[in-house]
């Protein structure tokens, strides 16, 4: 018996130099963190009752679009306890107006409002949106770099399922002989080290023509590849190799590359340009790495971590041990780069790799340019509130 425990423990060791959460999105500047405490403790944020007078901008937004957002969570809700009734009703109301839908959200929930572990209540907001790439389904001088699918060979360990304190976190990792070792990282992927691209073949989902635009992919989490061959391809978060998120945009700010105020995703896409013999090196600090899945083209928005179809301009990514997923969130922040308030009820509805502690979440702008642009640029102070069911108990 004692010799088991110290295989497992051994074997554990192993995968927490690899822990992550379940999804990939991530701002472009965020903390560093050490390899051996990449699980935080348990108890990162409080919610607080609040009153709903404490909502500032909560009677002025229209909320008829998150509405429609909360519906898609209450398919996967309806089946837990403490929001089948309010999930019932939900879905009973006929003709929705602006009017009947905030009466069902005061009577029927009340405001918490979100703490971080020290007791403040601002955090960060950022932004990620769902990009267009061009591919091809067979590779070619033009489509050279691949999406791959979730290798056969990653190991994937629910914490949860055995320490209920640790839920949402996951390890991964390969098996080297009897031995679980971490999976191969970007740079052992990308260049072959140690058969880490040989671990790939026979997985490529679809070949895209640039390289800066995939890595932006692998933070977005989602997707559309418009195939040489005609029709779009949409594809969304499968995996991840267990590495922590590395910010590139903090790198190259700490290397004299970039003033701060220019490491959004539009400026590090033009040092790209300018610096293509960096490009490579540059990538490859990030050791974390993203396996895609390919999603029905008609679906109405990418998948989020809740399994429901995201909705611009009302879905967040969140922390899940902080904020319950599918549950409504009033998001007090600005607009990117200005002063201007944006205030108004969203979704919990998907995580990220670098969306960590209660205060912190992204903002999902949609599909597109002007998204993207959005996305790029949105790094803004914000609190927020939870809206729980009557009846909860924090």
């Not at 990449?38 to 709903?52: E, F, M, N, R, Y």
């Not at 970039?258 to 600090?285: D, R, Y």
């Not at 902080?322 to 308030?341: D, E, K, M, Y």
Request: net charge neutral; proline share 7%.
């Amino acid at each position: 018996m004692k010799n088991q425990i110290s295989l497992f423990s051994v074997t554990l060791l192993l995968l927490l130099l690899n822990a992550c959460t379940t999804a990939p999105i991530a701002p472009l500047i965020t903390p560093e963190k050490s390899p051996l405490a990449v699980i935080p403790p348990p108890a990162i944020a409080t919610l607080k009752a609040a009153d709903w007078s404490a909502l500032t901008g909560w009677t002025d937004d229209d909320i008829m679009p998150a509405w429609d957002a909360f519906l898609r969570s209450c398919t996967v809700l309806i089946n837990r306890p403490l929001w089948q009734e309010t999930c019932t009703q939900a879905v009973s109301i006929q003709q929705p107006d602006s009017v009947t839908l905030r009466q069902f959200f005061e009577s029927r929930f009340v405001p918490h409002q979100v703490l971080n572990a020290d007791g403040g209540n601002d955090g960060l907001i950022t932004g990620y949106y769902e990009p267009l790439l061009k591919g091809s389904r067979k590779s070619s001088g033009r489509y050279r770099y691949p999406l791959y699918a979730t290798p056969d060979e990653l190991l994937i360990v629910d914490l949860g399922e055995v320490y209920p304190e640790l839920k949402n976190m996951r390890l991964r990792g390969r098996l080297q002989g009897r031995k679980v070792v971490p999976y191969y990282s970007r740079a052992e992927i990308e260049n072959g080290i140690d058969k880490g691209t040989a671990a790939l073949q026979g997985r490529e989902l679809v070949w895209v023509e640039d390289a800066v635009e995939l890595f932006f992919l692998h933070i977005q989490g989602s997707g559309r590849v418009e195939l040489e061959s005609g029709g779009v391809m949409r594809i969304g978060y499968a995996e991840q190799n267990g590495h922590p998120y590395k910010s590139i945009g903090r790198l190259l700010v700490e290397r004299g590359e970039l003033a701060l105020e220019k490491a959004s995703m539009q400026g590090i896409k033009a040092w790209g340009q300018n610096n293509l013999n960096k490009l490579n090196e540059l990538l490859q600090q990030n050791p974390s790495y993203v396996f895609f899945r390919e999603l029905p083209a008609d679906l109405p928005g990418p998948l989020g971590a809740l399994g429901v179809p995201l909705t611009a301009g009302r879905s967040l990514a969140v922390d899940p041990r902080a904020i319950p997923q599918g549950a409504p969130v009033f998001l007090a922040t600005t607009w990117p780069n200005s002063g201007r308030q944006l205030q108004r009820l969203m979704v919990a509805q998907d995580t990220g790799g670098a969306i960590k502690g209660g205060v912190r979440a992204d903002f999902f702008w949609g599909f597109g340019p002007e998204a993207g642009d959005q996305a790029g640029k949105m790094k803004q102070s914000g609190r927020m509130w939870v809206l729980m069911p009557n009846g909860y108990t924090p």
